[in-house]
């Protein structure tokens, strides 16, 4: 009867106008009406990417893009560096290394971000590598790499491709792909862009066109080329998720009835700071520093004491609260409270007040309503603003 409060990093909760677009009546794809919906969308979205360049639809999860993006750029056996500070940095090295490609990892603890000066020290030695990897958002910790300045690195250090996952944030995460220089940029629908998962959205540079026209790639399925030429036509090359794309542009409807893209922005930035001051307030500890911290998710760390496996299992079965556990070596010893795509400052008081419910179960001494007057406080300083 309750319904799930569903505080993960991906799927997240679905607008109900977004469930009503995907229920509309089914249609071709090699159809004028499909060409209309296709066109009309991924123009919209373009703003979500900040690029001019087309956006293309895979009928996928957000790995597939990604091992899209490594197979139709480089070839077995080139340098690439990948830039991981995480579980799903870590994803993409096994990708590369599936594909024979000569890894070289820059990995940092989880928990911190790659700066820039990081990533010019590692590239000084190396000069023949084809592209740079990189996660924009690493969901296993809630860091939000400085994207633009690594970019800017490569470009200023190398002629490597800049090639970013953006699957956990880019929805509600400013994303300059043009200007800030990123080749290729890929998300999934399940987690920012407020859609079930099965839809993953790309974009490709001239640059990076220029590097997979050249490159012999034996991707049949993921081909980036056979993608360009249908989207010329306004479709794509094989059957599309179309009720994913009927959401899709229902997202884009919210997006701007929220005013538009910036906005949508500024509200993850309140969420990400009412949900960060809440758990200072409780004494929870934070897995990432302000500085670098993710406008999507937030990693907590259990305060001493706490049984987290157990706490975490009574938020969901008393509560209907359910959060993400940690993963690898984190799991046990962390929570990831996701707070993006269709949420909003009024759901984190709500998941808050559960938290604190939780803990008075518990025994854990805390001042009751600390945390929520704490995210209350953020929020209604950004309603003055
Ligand atoms: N990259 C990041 C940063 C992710 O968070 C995820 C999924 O959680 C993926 C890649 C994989 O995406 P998918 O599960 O849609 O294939």
């Given at each position: ?33 499909f060409v209309k919906l296709y ?117 200023n250090h190398s002629d490597a ?224 603003k």
């Amino acid at each position: 009867m309750y319904p799930n409060i569903l505080r993960h990093p991906g799927p997240t909760p679905i607008p109900k106008k977004v469930e009503l677009a995907m229920a509309q009546n089914m249609i071709s794809h090699r159809t004028e009406e499909f060409v209309k919906l296709y066109r009309d969308t991924t123009e919209r979205v373009k703003t979500v990417f900040g690029t001019k360049q087309d956006i293309l639809l895979l009928p996928s999860g957000g790995t597939a893009a990604l091992e899209a993006a490594v197979v139709n750029t480089v070839s077995p056996g080139d340098e690439v560096v990948v830039i991981t500070v995480g579980a799903f940095g870590d994803y993409f090295v096994s990708i590369c290394e599936k594909y024979g490609l000569t890894v070289h990892k820059l990995a940092k603890s989880w928990g911190e971000a790659c700066t820039k000066e990081d990533l010019i020290d590692f590239l000084k030695p190396l000069s023949s590598v084809k592209a740079v990897f990189a996660t924009y958002n690493e969901t296993s910790t809630g860091i939000l790499n400085p994207i633009s300045e690594l970019a800017e690195v490569v470009r200023n250090h190398s002629d490597a491709l800049f090639i970013v996952d953006g699957v956990s944030c880019i929805g509600g995460a400013p994303a300059e792909m043009d200007e800030w220089g990123i080749d290729i940029l890929v998300t999934g629908s399940q987690k920012a862009m407020m859609l079930p998962p099965g839809l993953a959205l790309l974009a490709v540079s001239e640059r990076a066109w220029k590097v997979i026209e050249a490159n012999s790639t034996t991707a049949y399925y993921l081909n980036l080329l056979s993608y360009r030429d249908w989207a010329s036509k306004g479709m794509t090359p094989n059957t599309p998720a179309i009720s994913l794309i009927m959401g899709l542009s229902a997202v884009c409807d919210l997006i701007e009835e929220e005013g538009g893209f910036s906005k949508t922005i500024e509200r993850h930035e309140v969420m990400k700071n009412m949900v960060r001051e809440s758990m200072k307030a409780l004494s929870f500890g934070l897995l990432t520093n302000d500085q670098y911290a993710s406008p999507t998710i937030t990693a907590i760390c259990a305060p001493e004491g706490l049984d987290l496996p157990a706490y975490l299992g009574h938020l969901k079965k008393k509560y209907h609260l359910d959060f993400a556990g940690g993963l690898g070596h984190l799991q046990g010893k962390i929570f990831r409270f996701g707070h993006m795509g269709y949420c909003f400052p009024s759901d984190i008081l709500q998941a808050v007040s559960l938290m604190e419910a939780g803990l008075q179960d518990f025994g854990y001494q805390f001042e009751p309503g600390a945390g929520v007057n704490a995210a209350q406080k953020v929020f209604l300083s950004s309603l003055r603003k």
